[in-house]
């Protein structure tokens, strides 16, 4: 079975600030693990994915996450907050069935 | 533009009516697949379609039925729609199963049951 927990369901940051958004899985599997990124009335968009390559993953937007194993975490990082990053985001885990299994979201505030 | 339409965007509904959310996608992808979104909860797939003609049951499947009888849509229907079942309806889909292929989502589709 696996699952996803985001600690913190609404953060804050200022603009400029870095940005860290908490994901810690839970998988019997090898996990692959993706973060989305989801805007006021949109669809979601992926923002990077893991997929057992390089433990550090880069993706749209200047954010990237890092895979660690010994501690079941993928979170996601950006070293300046701008405006434009408020948005919710989601952390998901697949299994080899490609099946997601999302979090419950965290809401990114980036006040000015 | 490729991507993926959805229908309705909103929808407030009697209990007991039935209500069909359709799903359009035009980048000829074999996997789709339907999640409903609650507040906390993240989103749960319903129901999923790994290629035109078979359909599977996701996380929470009860009191909706889909189909697929073509590639390009992939309708999800309420028998009998229920208050609980208000929620936000999101059409994804990919170009085949698998963890490697990314899943694109369409705008959603907001219900309201009373």
């Known amino acids: 079975a696996q699952s996803v927990t985001q600690l913190g369901s609404h953060v804050s940051v200022s603009e400029g600030a870095l940005v860290l958004l908490r994901c810690n899985y839970s998988?019997?599997?090898?996990?692959?693990l993706f973060w989305y990124v989801q805007y006021p009335n949109q669809g979601l968009q992926l923002l990077l994915k893991?997929?057992?390559?390089?433990?550090l993953v880069k993706g749209i937007n200047g954010f990237e996450a890092e895979f660690k194993k010994s501690e079941t975490s993928f979170h996601l990082t950006k070293p300046s907050a701008h405006m434009s990053d408020a948005a919710e985001y989601f952390c998901?885990?697949?299994?080899?069935?490609?099946?997601?299994?999302f979090g419950q979201g965290t809401t990114l505030q980036v006040k000015p | 533009i490729a991507g993926i339409t959805q229908a309705p965007t909103s929808q407030i509904l009697a209990a007991g009516r039935r209500m069909t959310l359709r799903c359009t996608q035009d980048m000829r992808h074999n996997a789709m697949y339907w999640y409903r979104q609650d507040l906390g909860l993240g989103l749960r797939l319903i129901h999923y379609s790994n290629t035109a003609g078979t359909t599977g049951k996701g996380e929470v499947p009860d009191g909706y039925s889909v189909s697929r009888a073509n590639t390009d849509d992939f309708p999800l229907t309420l028998a009998s729609a229920v208050p609980s079942q208000t929620s936000v309806y999101f059409c994804?889909?990919?170009?085949?199963?698998?963890?490697?292929?990314?899943?694109?989502f369409g705008p959603g589709t907001r219900l309201t049951v009373l």
């Open positions: 994804a889909s990919s170009e085949r199963t698998g963890v490697i292929y990314e899943q694109f």
């Open positions: 998901a885990v697949s299994g080899n069935t490609g099946k997601l299994i």
């Open positions: 893991y997929t057992s390559a390089a433990t």
């Open positions: 998988s019997s599997v090898p996990p692959y």
